[in-house]
């Protein structure tokens, strides 16, 4: 038996030992002693891509938190949609496990969350049972909230401002749940909507300086998901920027592509031209975060509070804009839509520096913010945590994950909740499996662009064992998550 056959053997024992282990998770967190402990803001930008080169628009991301902190090159978020994102950040746990597969009921969406009582042990409730000051400002989860029950407020948060009536997406006209009161923003240039989650921001923080207690501050604004409507002062900005044509941007030949994909025909010029359009709009609607991130630095400074702060900005998912002839949009296993920024700021975060090399994603969010709280999380938890990571703690990277599950679910699919596709994103390679049976496999070193599928003229046996790895990383729970994760050599 050779040496690929062990390892598929091993396999095969491990997942069994997942299965008989899943169910037997504890729920509940545990505060541990700890003194002084850190501020935390989390701000999650809304389909903002890691590769489209948007975040180079934002200046004072770019001098106040790419220049001043650390960011990782190698993050990726493992189902790219809004509300299968958010749950697993919230719960620190893959899409399979959380089961929010999708934005909508009766699979996915804030109801589901709701009734099968997730909310009950999340981020904010185990951070609020460690003394932490929390509050929510901007987007929760899709569909969020009641139709007969708009003024609801979820566990965990003790201060909560989201859009509760009319369409915030547009940046004007809507009605905000202000803990448990409806408040209505009129169409005026002062209520645009990044510009009234900044105030707000800036007056938590601005009270917190004033007593002792530890903040947790979840700052979601909805900026640049479509129809990514910007600040009036911005709307001249930027007016000759184009979509970044990358090879793969209307890609020449896309027979080696998977189902519905390779078939697709060549982008329009009218296609390209409402690309362009959108891109600059999305640049333009991200100046307020912008500015936003500036107002939030300016007042820890000012109160006192800004050397026990972590600052952490990333995105919930990816977006594609012409890429492999794809119109707009997310929800492929590309890396436009699965690779968001990731930068952090704060005690111990070294500045001006890039960790590449290290697989990191958005079901590592619990674990880090948990730790760096002095909180242990559930044993239901699925991500590790990356603070000895970003303090630059030395970790060799065959002992970090060699594999990040990356799965989609659609409705409609006639085998859900089997993912549409899934996949295993390593350092090199993406491998990625469609419903129908069809595979793709990419050599991201030599093919950064996913332009030639190896997957035909791969190794069977090559193949069979990312197809086992993958198959058990989709029964994978807690701790056997990170086991898998780590306990593969990459053929």
């Given at each position: 038996m050779n040496s690929l056959h062990i390892k598929a053997l091993?396999?095969?024992?491990?997942?069994?030992?997942?299965?008989?282990?899943?169910?037997?998770?504890?729920?509940?967190?545990?505060?541990?002693?700890?003194?002084?402990?850190?501020?935390?803001?989390?701000?999650?930008?809304?389909?903002?891509?890691?590769?489209?080169?948007?975040?180079?628009?934002?200046?004072?991301v770019q001098d106040l938190?790419?220049?001043?902190?650390?960011?990782?090159?190698?993050?990726?978020?493992?189902?790219?949609?809004?509300?299968?994102?958010?749950?697993?950040?919230?719960?620190?746990?893959?899409?399979?496990?959380?089961?929010?597969?999708?934005?909508?009921?009766?699979?996915?969406?804030?109801?589901?969350?709701?009734?099968?009582?997730?909310?009950?042990?999340?981020?904010?409730?185990?951070?609020?049972?460690?003394?932490?000051?929390?509050?929510?400002?901007?987007k929760y989860l899709n569909n969020y909230p009641y139709t007969d029950n708009r003024e609801y407020i979820p566990p965990g948060w003790s201060e909560w401002y989201s859009p509760a009536k009319k369409n915030a997406y547009d940046g004007y006209d809507y009605v905000l749940n202000e803990n448990g009161a409806l408040v209505a923003y009129s169409p005026n240039e002062e209520n645009y909507f990044t510009d009234v989650l900044s105030r707000k921001a800036v007056d938590f923080i601005a009270r917190a300086g004033e007593d002792d207690t530890p903040f947790f501050l979840f700052l979601t604004p909805l900026a640049?998901?479509?129809?990514?409507?910007?600040?009036?002062?911005?709307?001249?900005?930027?007016?000759?920027?184009?979509?970044?044509?990358?090879?793969?941007?209307?890609?020449?030949?896309?027979?080696?592509?998977g189902p519905g994909l390779s078939g697709n025909p060549l982008l329009t010029d009218a296609q390209i031209l409402e690309m362009d359009n959108l891109y600059r709009d999305r640049i333009r609607s991200l100046q307020a975060i912008d500015e936003m991130i500036a107002e939030l630095i300016n007042t820890l400074d000012q109160t006192g509070q800004l050397e026990n702060t972590y600052i952490v900005f990333t995105s919930d998912n990816g977006f594609h804009m012409g890429q492999h002839r794809l119109y707009s949009g997310k929800e492929f296993l590309f890396e436009e839509d699965i690779s968001v920024p990731f930068i952090v700021r704060g005690p111990g975060i070294a500045q001006n520096k890039i960790i590449s090399g290290y697989l990191s994603g958005n079901v590592d969010l619990a674990s880090t913010?948990?730790?760096?709280?002095?909180?242990?999380?559930?044993?239901?938890?699925?991500?590790?945590?990356?603070?000895?990571?970003?303090?630059?703690?030395?970790?060799?990277?065959?002992?970090?994950?060699?594999?990040?599950?990356?799965?989609?679910?659609?409705?409609?699919?006639?085998?859900?909740?089997?993912?549409?596709?899934?996949?295993?994103?390593?350092?090199?390679?993406?491998?990625?499996?469609y419903g129908e049976g069809f595979v793709e496999l990419y050599d991201l070193h030599n093919d950064p662009y996913q332009l030639e599928n190896l997957a035909p003229n791969t190794d069977p046996a090559t193949l069979k064992y990312y197809s086992d790895w993958l198959?058990?990383?989709?029964?994978?729970?807690?701790?056997?998550?990170?086991?898998?994760?780590?306990?593969?050599?990459?053929p």
């Amino acid at each position: 038996m050779n040496s690929l056959h062990i390892k598929a053997l091993s396999l095969f024992v491990l997942t069994s030992l997942v299965v008989s282990s899943c169910g037997a998770a504890d729920s509940s967190a545990v505060a541990l002693p700890m003194e002084n402990r850190p501020n935390i803001i989390f701000i999650l930008a809304d389909d903002l891509d890691g590769r489209l080169n948007s975040i180079d628009y934002m200046q004072n991301v770019q001098d106040l938190l790419v220049s001043r902190g650390t960011s990782i090159e190698d993050y990726f978020v493992t189902t790219p949609v809004c509300c299968p994102s958010r749950a697993t950040i919230l719960r620190g746990q893959y899409t399979h496990n959380h089961e929010i597969y999708n934005n909508y009921s009766p699979d996915g969406g804030f109801v589901k969350f709701n009734q099968t009582k997730e909310e009950d042990s999340t981020l904010a409730v185990w951070l609020q049972s460690a003394g932490y000051r929390t509050a929510l400002m901007g987007k929760y989860l899709n569909n969020y909230p009641y139709t007969d029950n708009r003024e609801y407020i979820p566990p965990g948060w003790s201060e909560w401002y989201s859009p509760a009536k009319k369409n915030a997406y547009d940046g004007y006209d809507y009605v905000l749940n202000e803990n448990g009161a409806l408040v209505a923003y009129s169409p005026n240039e002062e209520n645009y909507f990044t510009d009234v989650l900044s105030r707000k921001a800036v007056d938590f923080i601005a009270r917190a300086g004033e007593d002792d207690t530890p903040f947790f501050l979840f700052l979601t604004p909805l900026a640049p998901h479509e129809p990514a409507t910007p600040a009036y002062r911005h709307l001249a900005l930027f007016s000759d920027l184009t979509v970044p044509r990358t090879p793969s941007f209307n890609e020449a030949d896309v027979s080696d592509k998977g189902p519905g994909l390779s078939g697709n025909p060549l982008l329009t010029d009218a296609q390209i031209l409402e690309m362009d359009n959108l891109y600059r709009d999305r640049i333009r609607s991200l100046q307020a975060i912008d500015e936003m991130i500036a107002e939030l630095i300016n007042t820890l400074d000012q109160t006192g509070q800004l050397e026990n702060t972590y600052i952490v900005f990333t995105s919930d998912n990816g977006f594609h804009m012409g890429q492999h002839r794809l119109y707009s949009g997310k929800e492929f296993l590309f890396e436009e839509d699965i690779s968001v920024p990731f930068i952090v700021r704060g005690p111990g975060i070294a500045q001006n520096k890039i960790i590449s090399g290290y697989l990191s994603g958005n079901v590592d969010l619990a674990s880090t913010f948990t730790e760096w709280a002095g909180v242990q999380p559930p044993t239901f938890v699925d991500g590790r945590s990356l603070v000895d990571l970003l303090a630059g703690s030395p970790i060799l990277p065959d002992h970090w994950r060699q594999a990040f599950l990356l799965e989609e679910y659609r409705l409609g699919d006639e085998n859900f909740p089997t993912p549409t596709y899934s996949g295993l994103r390593t350092s090199q390679f993406i491998y990625v499996e469609y419903g129908e049976g069809f595979v793709e496999l990419y050599d991201l070193h030599n093919d950064p662009y996913q332009l030639e599928n190896l997957a035909p003229n791969t190794d069977p046996a090559t193949l069979k064992y990312y197809s086992d790895w993958l198959e058990a990383l989709h029964k994978c729970s807690g701790d056997t998550c990170r086991e898998l994760e780590a306990g593969f050599t990459i053929p």
